[in-house]
Structures are given as structure tokens and as C-alpha cells.
Nanobody, 122 residues
């Protein structure tokens, strides 16, 4: 099992920034990719960004490319996503997830955190 704990969410004005963190514990060696997804009220969970533990491969949804940056600290078993130039439409619960392979597909990720709320006011 892999346990994921997110933190860093909050309320911010449009144009502001937040940094979300996800600490992984347990059998982390069984996963190679970490990702962030988000889910707004009444909408499906959607891919935000992903990164491989072992390399510098990253992937971003078009809606966040150039504004969000995903990174990792292997020594701390932690993945971050820096959220810049936030917009009201970025308001959602943000989830951290882990999988064996990097993917944009929700079903590819076996392990999930509890989520952290990000609210962007206009």
C-alpha cells in the first residue's frame, strides 16, 4: 500500500499563487509516476499534471500549461505543484495520485490522497 497526504490548499485571489505538497509513504517503490488531478463541484475529476519519480519527464493539461509546475523531492518522497496565475476556474479539490506508469487517465492511478481544497476568488 501507498499512503498519500496532500497539503497546501486554501483561499486565494485571482492572479495569486499556491504550492501544494503530497507526501508519499509505504510501498512507494511500487510506483513510478505521481500526478495531480482536480475535481470541481458537479464535474468529473480531471488531469492536471504528472511527473516520473525517476526522471524529469513531466506532463501538463493544456489548461494549466505555463501556469502550474510539478516537481519532486525524492529524498522527501514528496511531490509538489506550484500554482501560479490562478483563475476562478481553477477552484476545485486537488488530489495527489500514484501509479506504475505516467498517464492522464484517472483509472491508471491506484493510490489517491484525501484531497485539498483550492478556492480562487474573483
Amino acid at each position: 500500500q501507498v499512503q498519500l497526504v496532500e497539503s497546501g490548499g486554501g483561499l486565494v485571489q485571482a492572479g495569486g499563487s499556491l504550492r501544494l505538497s503530497c507526501v508519499a509513504s509505504g510501498r512507494t517503490f511500487s510506483t513510478n509516476a505521481m500526478a495531480w488531478f482536480r475535481q470541481a463541484p458537479g464535474k468529473e475529476r480531471e488531469f492536471v499534471a504528472a511527473i516520473m519519480w525517476s526522471g524529469s519527464i513531466t506532463d501538463y493539461a493544456d489548461s494549466v500549461k505555463g501556469r502550474f509546475t510539478i516537481s519532486r523531492d525524492n529524498a522527501k518522497n514528496t511531490v509538489y505543484v506550484q500554482l501560479n496565475s490562478l483563475k476562478p476556474e481553477d477552484t476545485a479539490v486537488y488530489y495527489c495520485a500514484a501509479a506504475r506508469f505516467l498517464s492522464r487517465d484517472v483509472v491508471a492511478y491506484r493510490y489517491w490522497g484525501q484531497g485539498t481544497q483550492v478556492t480562487v476568488s474573483s
